[in-house]
């Protein structure tokens, strides 16, 4: 059963970078043919999809984050990454990873204040 599960800080300051990593069981990143997915939902927010990153490494992003979102992986790891630079109280959210046939993370709250 593939499992996925978000880490990271859970206080960020603003103007800084959001780093989190999904670690990834019972499946592999580099060989699996799934979109490897980062949603959020802000307090009183429905989801928000963040961004995807194939099998290929190829990645998309929301238009909404105006380009401060980087989604990477490690393979060796077997964890796909998420950066959000230039963070703002607006970032606050509750943050998921996900792989796209239905694997979803329990979350992790990212609050973002100084």
């Known amino acids: 059963q593939v499992q996925v599960q978000e880490s990271g800080p859970g206080l960020v300051k603003p103007s800084q970078t959001l780093s989190l990593t999904c670690s990834v069981s019972?499946?592999?990143?580099?060989?699996?043919?799934?979109?490897y997915i980062w949603i959020r939902q802000p307090p009183g927010k429905g989801l928000e999809w963040v961004g995807v990153?194939?099998?290929?490494?190829?990645?998309r992003y929301s238009p909404s984050l105006k380009g401060r979102a980087s989604i990477s992986r490690d393979t060796s790891e077997n964890q796909f990454s998420l950066q959000l630079t230039s963070v703002t109280p607006d970032d606050t959210a509750v943050y998921y990873c996900?792989?796209?046939?239905?694997?979803w993370g329990q979350g992790t709250q990212v609050t973002v204040s100084s």
């Open positions: 019972g499946g592999s990143i580099a060989t699996d043919n799934y979109r």
């Open positions: 990153i194939y099998l290929d490494g190829t990645t």
């Open positions: 996900a792989i796209s046939f239905g694997a």
